[in-house]
């Protein structure tokens, strides 16, 4: 079976241009997580849907991190306008039910310079 | 709000055994898990323990459950380079899934 996967996988970018990493999670799966990855802080989780509704947005940085779930193959994480700080490892993992075992996507690996 | 800890580094020589150690703070977690980090890669399902379970054993992995203390280990056997990698700890409840800061284990050759 496939995992989940992202895209990009690495990413450059300048400060202010608007960034967007996607995800389609294991077929099959109704809850989808974002989680950033950076030294400093560790794993944090920055929202999670669950059958396509954001349950819990609280972990978003600010207003300039959105996310939607159109459908239950795919979801995205935006970024509008990016800035130095946000360079980190976003992950996107999902699981069969909420509170069962999470799997995890390779990450899209973000620079903004 | 819940809180999962670990130490953040641990050396051991190849060979050795290696023993990771979690503690968690939520009384309502129903399953348990570890993950391993390997670099510039995603987080990798090891293994995981129901919370009604005390011991679970796979491989070169033995997975230790103490519920009461709210203390859960991993001990690696016969560690090798290629186990060098961060292992996160974390647990689920039906709310919420948190995971540690993860140990960084260096095996030494």
């Known amino acids: 079976d496939a995992g989940v996967i992202q895209s990009p996988r690495h990413e450059v970018t300048e400060m202010g241009q608007e960034v967007t990493l996607r995800c389609k999670p294991i077929s099959g799966h109704n809850s989808l997580f974002w989680y950033r990855q950076t030294m400093m802080r560790g794993l944090e989780l920055l929202i999670y849907?669950?059958?396509?509704?954001?349950?819990?947005d609280s972990g978003m940085p600010e207003d300039r991190f959105s996310a939607k779930m159109p459908n239950a193959s795919f979801s995205t994480l935006k970024i509008q306008p990016s800035e130095p700080r946000d360079s980190a490892v976003y992950f996107c993992a999902s699981s069969r039910d909420f509170g069962n075992t999470i799997y995890f996507g390779e990450g899209s690996w973000l620079t903004v310079v | 709000g819940e809180d999962v800890e670990q130490s953040l580094f641990l050396s051991v020589r190849e060979g050795d055994s290696s023993v990771i150690n979690c503690t968690y703070t939520d009384s309502s977690s129903t399953y348990l898990y570890w993950y391993k980090q390997e670099p510039g890669a995603g987080l990798q399902l090891l293994t995981y323990?129901?919370?009604?379970?005390d011991m679970k054993q796979d491989q070169r992995l033995t997975v230790l459950l103490n519920k009461k203390d709210k203390h859960l280990s991993l001990r690696i056997a016969d560690t090798q380079t290629g186990d060098s990698a961060i292992y996160f700890c974390a647990e689920s409840s039906y709310q919420k899934v948190t995971f540690g800061t993860g140990t960084k284990l260096q095996v030494i050759p």
């Open positions: 323990i129901f919370s009604n379970m």
């Open positions: 849907f669950n059958n396509n509704v954001p349950i819990d």
